[in-house]
């Protein structure tokens, strides 16, 4: 009987304090940073999984980077994404939100350093009571992050070592002077048409952004048109340089987060090449009835990028769909490979480079060819 009471006692003792444990409804995941390691003046970027009952109220304008005082490290950016609700059978509704916090290094020492730990600021609501009511009489109460290492180093770069090997060549060849002849009409030749090509796009180009400011002032009779037409400042060359390097940036911890990602980036290049067509303002429905509305004239003025415009278009409404529904079913890979095609299609000046590089490749081979036989027969 002595045993049973001490093995009462020891039971009792042990789950006393588990019990005891109080459940927490907010729960916050410290993500790893991204890159984990940074250069001077680099910035870098960490996300915050926020999961909560239905009960709780964050504090978001606490979150915000200018109320976030963290010693050694600047918070530049912070965007939130909340994805839609999760319903627990045990727990209940469940919401997720990340906090995708951009910091930067201000210290010139370098090393590993760490982000040091912040109090999300929240509250619990009672049943009946309203967000007003629950934060004027209820206590804000705190919830801490974890501590993230980031490996901070210097941007100087070591230069390579040198090689230096004397490299002997004994053979001398010499061409006649009728290769060298050749050569110079050649080099002449190509450059006439080079300079040809570039005149004449520059004249179309030209011609195309006339038309482009007229409509565009036709577009802003109106003082409502005026105050909605928030155009980007970018060009469509700088625009479609920036969507292929962003293409290639792309990533999501999900479908949603990578869908909005893409739509965001092919948002602004439609923005930057169909400006004066298209408002700022405008919602994605609303781009493709413009687009799709335009008559001879005004395909016309947009050029022979339409066609691949529409397309670009058409996606970005299935995208916005996709994010309104909360169901997506691209295939990210696929997407992503056709996107960058239809971009890479649209550089007139790309396309031309590469054109008049190989023909220029191909010619030089020639009359290479043709001066060693020549060559081999003088002699």
């Known amino acids: 009987m002595r045993y049973k009471l001490l093995v009462c006692v ?19 995941k410290t993500g790893k940073p991204i890159p984990s390691v940074v250069k001077s003046g680099e ?16 504090y978001e304008e606490q979150m915000k980077p200018g109320n976030l005082a963290l010693e050694k490290v600047e918070v ?10 999760e319903d627990n059978d045990t727990l209940g509704i469940v919401n997720v939100w ?9 210290q010139p020492q370098k090393g590993v350093y760490k982000i040091p730990s912040f109090n999300f600021i929240w509250v619990e609501k009672k049943a009946g009571a309203t967000v007003e009511e629950t934060k004027d009489k209820e206590k804000p109460r705190e919830m801490p992050t974890e501590e993230v290492g980031v490996g901070y180093v210097s941007s100087v770069v070591k230069p390579p070592p040198l090689d230096i090997r004397d490299e002997i ?10 290769a060298f002849r050749l050569a110079a009409q050649v080099v002449i030749g190509i450059s006439s048409l080079l300079v040809m090509v570039i005149v004449f796009r520059f004249a179309r180009f030209s011609k195309n952004r006339r038309s482009q400011e007229v409509d565009r002032e036709s577009n802003t009779e109106t003082a409502e048109d005026v105050v909605d037409n928030m155009e980007p400042i970018l060009s469509p060359k700088q625009a479609r340089k920036k969507f292929l390097k962003e293409l290639k940036k792309l990533q999501g911890e999900n479908m949603l987060d990578l869908t909005k990602k893409i739509r965001f980036i092919v948002r602004l290049l439609l923005l930057a090449e169909l400006r004066g067509t298209i408002r700022d ?40 769909e996709d994010i309104d529904s909360g169901r997506c079913s691209l295939n990210p890979v696929k997407e992503i490979a056709e996107l960058r095609t239809a971009v890479s299609d649209l550089n007139l000046y790309l396309k031309l480079y590469r054109r008049v590089s ?18 081999g027969v003088r002699r």
């Open 169 to 178: 060549s004994f053979v001398s060849h010499v061409f006649s002077p009728f």
């Open 43 to 58: 910035p870098f970027k960490i996300t915050y999984r926020v999961n909560f009952l239905n009960t709780v109220i964050v």
């Open 358 to 375: 190989a023909f220029v490749k191909r010619l030089v081979r020639r009359v290479l060819s043709f001066v060693k036989r020549l060559a």
């Open 98 to 106: 990340d906090f995708i916090y951009t910091f930067r290094i201000i």
């Open 76 to 85: 530049i950016d912070l965007e939130v994404v909340k994805y839609p609700p």
């Open 281 to 320: 303002s405008m919602s994605e429905n609303e781009i493709y009835t413009k687009l799709s509305g335009l008559d001879d004239k005004q395909k016309k003025q947009v050029g022979s990028k339409y066609s691949v415009m529409l397309d670009l278009v058409r996606r970005l409404k299935g995208y916005q």
């Open 10 to 28: 020891f039971i009792l003792l042990i789950a006393t304090p588990v019990l005891a444990q109080e459940f927490s409804p907010i729960v916050i």
